[in-house]
């Protein structure tokens, strides 16, 4: 039964400020001695990061194209256990999907959590319609649980008191905040997201700033109030992994493996959740970094995730003694599996402000970075080919969101596409999952919670080399 108090702070479409609010509000709560656990609805690892900040806590993900309904309530279940409140952030206008019933849109997920919403609206030249909005809105849906209102840029008290009298008048709902426009209200962007927290070098700085205007012009209290009268859930929680008559989970925990995980400036992208999954298996995760560190000794299989390798590309390259590590222990069949930025680092060469870095090399590409995006948003995969992770015929749900392209493909024997795209761009002509050997590159993301396959697929390599490497004395 999950009693956790919760809140979904949604938007009418992007840009409104949820971002910035959601963020400032959870480390007022936290700042309160709450333990806020922080979600995003939607596929985005950089709000995610500035989420982590704001409520010194993991960031989860919580998407209904990534993963069933029963999914995201086992993975809410797990992630409030000791939860005081959580906090989601929405993604795009509350009712935005992908079809005409919008069943992956920020309103499905708060009727299936069963958690207010709080709508956050930009008022920037607008008074009374604010409240047609706003009803709109509750009529369009009324099984979802609009709560209150949160007015954005307002131009002074004038302008605010009409939108508050009309918004109780019409809509009967509390107004619990009302936010000026201010300068100093805005995280820096770049591409369609903002930068991630990680390379802002002033974080605290931005989110101090956050949070003074949120403590100051947010009803806390009323929000708190709001998000405990949340009722109780009762979740399914099904197993990540079968276990059990001598399965996969069973012999992981005999022979434990080592899996590396790359994380650091240039390679930040990763669902908590899929470490944490691997975790629960019962592998040994070591983290390190590609741009100062050696290949850490004994690993049974690497995971490298997304984030911005093209800024960081000379000090990629200067680490000569991990790429070429890295290259060797491919060779010998090591598990690699690397997503979006990952999949450039494994290339041969990245092509960044008309200079070129050698990079891992391990698959015959060079890698070029746009100014307009080559790939954004959900993906549906079909495997086409049978690889280390996955299995012919399986259908795989993801996303991706990347810059960099394939500038050219070379030829190497033994290499091959094991995905085809049904929805997205992938690698070149539809195809993605660049296989060779047991290394894998793909600009999909998936996530643990919607795709098991990848956790088992992940285990079952590494066990494999395991074995290999005891057998013929590789490590």
Not at 189 to 218: F, V, W
Not at 234 to 263: F, S
Request: proline share 6%; with cysteine.
């Amino acid at each position: 039964m999950i009693r956790c108090p919760r809140l979904t702070i949604a938007g009418l479409g992007g840009d409104t400020g949820k971002t910035v609010i959601t963020v400032g509000l959870c480390r007022v709560l936290h700042e309160k001695g709450q333990k806020v656990i922080p979600f995003k609805k939607g596929p985005d690892y950089i709000d995610m990061g500035w989420l982590r900040l704001g409520a010194s806590h993991p960031c989860y993900n919580l998407d209904l194209f990534l993963m069933s309904k029963d999914q995201a309530l086992s993975s809410f279940s797990l992630n409030t256990k000791d939860a005081d409140i959580a906090v989601i952030e929405g993604n795009r206008g509350l009712y935005d999907g992908m079809d005409l019933e919008g069943s992956v849109s920020t309103a499905e997920l708060a009727k299936l959590i069963q958690s207010p919403v709080i709508l956050v609206i930009d008022c920037t030249k607008v008074t009374r319609t604010i409240a047609a909005l706003v009803l709109g809105c509750q009529m369009f849906d009324q099984d979802v649980p609009i709560k209150g209102v949160i007015l954005n840029r307002l131009a002074g008290n004038r302008h605010e008191e009409i939108i508050r009298k009309s918004i109780e008048h019409y809509c009967h709902l509390p107004v619990v905040g009302t936010i000026p426009k201010l300068k100093n209200i805005t995280f820096p962007g770049r591409h369609l997201g903002l930068i991630p927290s990680q390379e802002h070098p002033m974080a605290e700085d931005a989110i101090d700033n956050a949070t003074e205007i949120m403590a100051k012009h947010l009803d806390v209290e009323q929000l708190l109030q709001i998000a405990v009268n949340a009722p109780p859930l009762n979740p399914p929680i099904p197993p990540l992994i079968k276990g059990g008559e001598g399965g996969l989970l069973d012999e992981i925990i005999k022979n434990p493996v080592t899996i590396g995980v790359i994380r650091d400036s240039a390679f930040q992208f990763y669902y908590p959740e899929n470490i944490d999954a691997l975790k629960r298996a019962g592998a040994e995760i070591i983290e390190f970094s590609a741009l100062a560190d050696d290949l850490p000794p004994s690993l049974d299989a690497l995971y490298i995730g997304g984030g911005f390798p093209e800024t960081h590309a000379s000090l990629l390259s200067s680490n000569e003694t991990l790429r070429l590590s890295i290259r060797k222990a491919a060779e010998e069949g090591l598990p690699i599996y690397a997503e979006c930025g990952g999949l450039m680092y494994l290339g041969e060469e990245l092509i960044w402000q008309e200079k070129r870095f050698p990079m891992v090399g391990i698959l015959p590409f060079v890698t070029g970075v746009s100014k307009k995006p080559q790939g954004h948003g959900y993906t549906e995969i079909d495997v086409e080919v049978s690889n280390p992770y996955f299995k012919k015929g399986q259908v795989l749900h993801g996303h991706e969101f990347h810059y960099s392209h394939v500038l050219n493909m070379g030829e190497k024997d033994g290499i091959y596409f094991s995905f085809k795209m049904k929805k997205g761009e992938g690698i070149r002509k539809k195809m993605d999952g660049l296989c060779y050997k047991n290394v894998l590159v793909t600009y999909t993301h998936v996530h643990a919670h919607g795709t098991r396959e990848w956790v088992e697929g992940m285990l079952h390599s590494a066990a494999d080399y395991k074995k290999q490497c005891k057998t013929f004395n590789i490590n």
